[in-house]
């Protein structure tokens, strides 16, 4: 027979085929396989999308990168600039990026009644789509800027609602703490949540003409320009490409680029950790399954010792018997990789579904488990764990070299 080794392997590998002992090795060591891979793509899904939804919804408040005047704030206070039409069709045109609009943010307190607050006012033009915040609005809409009067409409978190007792409707009054003191009443279109404290305590969306008029700046000046981008991997290209547009205008002097991971370094350095615990994941996973497929191995080698035996006194050489036990190894571990990937892919599809398991936001920034299937991570992660456990099971094979074929025999025979 042309390709004995592989007709082997298939016997063995089918349960008419195995002996009593060797039955239950294969489905363990199948099992094992099995249970290994679902963790890992269940690791992988989880951190991938808990990482991707945190980062949106970072971005969603602050954009992926900042042009704001070089001599002011992150918070950035008091110093506008005022970019030009042209500027702006440059940055609209680098690759990348998908979105450019302007804003303004100034400090204020609000109070309703006995109740006071501190927030961050963030002026937004015609030129937002507020796309992010109609994502999680829970209460109300967000409001239309584009008409030609300054619109009095706000949008506030459900933890400064709680905090001063308002609901959509209400009437909030906004102290700002300059020279003279001033003072705006506003009124609440909307109420979003996005379950990031660390933000939804304190932004607050208004007209940016109402801004404007506080800092008493010319028309078309502003904080910034926030700039969004399709692929957050992409960031620190897109911001080279952004940082030379600024230069070739002669801008670099007074104008300069933050991005989210600066902006919200903390929380990215926490993301950062995430990636630690996935590959401490992925590699003990491996290491479990690699030994549980080399112990299934050696066992299953053993049970076989008078098939090996037999096929030795044949003229069967070592070499071949490697091949044989290496295409068993290819089968358990290919059979037990596809009902690991099905079990996963069934786990994460009830997950993103029907959220049966919840998070407490205060403390992941969202009321569910996150999931995020992606192809090439399945794909990469298969092919990177049929590797390293089919070199981890080239050393066990090795034990057929060892059997003598008349001990095994005669052993056999009394």
Same mark, same amino acid.
């Given at each position: 027979?042309?390709?004995?080794?592989?007709?082997?392997?298939?016997?063995?590998?089918?349960?008419?085929?195995?002996?009593?002992?060797?039955?239950?090795?294969?489905?363990?060591?199948?099992?094992?396989?099995?249970?290994?891979?679902?963790?890992?793509?269940?690791?992988?899904?989880?951190?991938?999308?808990?990482?991707?939804?945190?980062?949106?919804? %970072?971005? =969603?408040?602050? !954009?992926?990168?900042?042009?704001?005047?070089? *001599? $002011?704030? +992150?918070?950035? /206070?008091?110093?506008?600039?005022?970019?030009?039409?042209?500027?702006?069709?440059?940055?609209?045109?680098?690759?990348?990026?998908?979105?450019?609009?302007?804003?303004?943010?100034?400090?204020?307190?609000?109070?309703?009644?006995?109740?006071?607050?501190?927030?961050?006012?963030?002026?937004?033009?015609?030129?937002?789509?507020?796309?992010?915040?109609?994502?999680?609005?829970?209460?109300?809409?967000?409001?239309?800027?584009?008409?030609?009067?300054?619109?009095?409409?706000?949008?506030?978190?459900?933890?400064?609602?709680?905090?001063?007792?308002?609901?959509?409707?209400?009437?909030?009054?906004?102290?700002?703490?300059?020279?003279?003191?001033?003072?705006?009443?506003?009124? %609440?279109? =909307?109420?979003? !949540?996005?379950?990031?404290?660390?933000?939804? *305590? $304190?932004? +607050?969306?208004? /007209?940016?003409?109402?801004?404007?008029?506080?800092?008493?700046?010319?028309?078309?000046?502003?904080?910034?320009?926030?700039?969004?981008?399709?692929?957050?991997?992409?960031?620190?290209?897109?911001?080279?490409?952004?940082?030379?547009?600024?230069?070739?205008?002669?801008?670099?002097?007074?104008?300069?680029?933050?991005?989210?991971?600066?902006?919200?370094?903390?929380?990215?350095?926490?993301?950062?950790?995430?990636?630690?615990?996935?590959?401490?994941?992925?590699?003990?996973?491996?290491?479990?399954?690699?030994?549980?497929?080399?112990?299934?191995?050696?066992?299953?080698?053993?049970?076989?010792?008078?098939?090996?035996?037999?096929?030795?006194?044949?003229?069967?050489?070592?070499?071949?018997?490697?091949?044989?036990?290496?295409?068993?190894?290819?089968?358990?571990?290919?059979?037990?990789?596809?009902?690991?990937?099905?079990?996963?892919?069934?786990?994460?599809?009830?997950?993103?579904?029907?959220?049966?398991?919840?998070?407490?936001?205060?403390?992941?920034?969202?009321?569910?488990?996150?999931?995020?299937?992606?192809?090439?991570?399945?794909?990469?992660?298969?092919?990177?764990?049929?590797?390293?456990?089919?070199?981890?099971?080239?050393?066990?094979?090795?034990?057929?070299?060892?059997?003598?074929?008349?001990?095994?025999?005669?052993?056999?025979?009394?």
């Amino acid at each position: 027979m042309a390709n004995l080794e592989f007709y082997l392997a298939k016997r063995i590998l089918n349960s008419e085929g195995s002996g009593k002992s060797a039955g239950p090795i294969v489905k363990v060591a199948t099992l094992g396989v099995a249970i290994g891979m679902c963790v890992m793509l269940l690791s992988v899904f989880i951190i991938t999308g808990f990482k991707n939804e945190v980062t949106n919804k %970072v971005m =969603g408040f602050s !954009s992926a990168i900042n042009i704001i005047a070089g *001599s $002011s704030t +992150v918070e950035g /206070d008091e110093v506008g600039i005022k970019p030009t039409k042209p500027l702006i069709d440059t940055l609209k045109s680098i690759d990348g990026v998908t979105d450019v609009y302007d804003y303004i943010q100034k400090p204020a307190i609000f109070k309703v009644g006995k109740e006071i607050h501190g927030v961050l006012l963030k002026g937004m033009s015609s030129k937002y789509n507020g796309d992010f915040f109609s994502n999680y609005m829970i209460s109300g809409h967000y409001p239309d800027y584009s008409s030609l009067n300054t619109s009095d409409s706000i949008v506030i978190s459900d933890l400064i609602a709680s905090y001063l007792n308002v609901k959509v409707g209400d009437k909030i009054v906004s102290h700002f703490v300059q020279n003279p003191p001033r003072v705006r009443v506003f009124r %609440v279109a =909307g109420i979003y !949540s996005t379950g990031v404290k660390e933000f939804d *305590s $304190s932004i +607050v969306i208004c /007209d940016l003409r109402h801004l404007r008029k506080l800092y008493a700046w010319k028309e078309h000046e502003v904080t910034g320009l926030s700039i969004n981008i399709d692929n957050i991997s992409n960031l620190e290209k897109v911001e080279s490409n952004i940082e030379n547009v600024i230069e070739d205008i002669k801008w670099g002097e007074f104008m300069m680029l933050v991005d989210l991971r600066e902006n919200s370094y903390q929380i990215f350095d926490w993301l950062n950790l995430l990636n630690m615990n996935v590959w401490i994941i992925l590699i003990l996973v491996t290491i479990v399954a690699g030994f549980n497929m080399v112990s299934g191995l050696l066992i299953l080698i053993l049970d076989k010792s008078t098939m090996i035996g037999i096929l030795k006194s044949f003229g069967y050489r070592n070499i071949r018997l490697k091949k044989l036990f290496l295409y068993v190894a290819m089968g358990l571990v290919g059979k037990g990789m596809l009902y690991g990937n099905l079990l996963a892919l069934l786990l994460s599809g009830i997950q993103h579904y029907f959220q049966p398991i919840s998070l407490n936001p205060d403390v992941y920034y969202m009321n569910t488990v996150p999931i995020n299937i992606s192809i090439p991570y399945i794909i990469a992660l298969n092919i990177g764990v049929l590797f390293f456990t089919m070199l981890m099971l080239i050393l066990p094979t090795t034990l057929v070299s060892k059997i003598d074929p008349i001990k095994i025999i005669s052993f056999g025979e009394s």
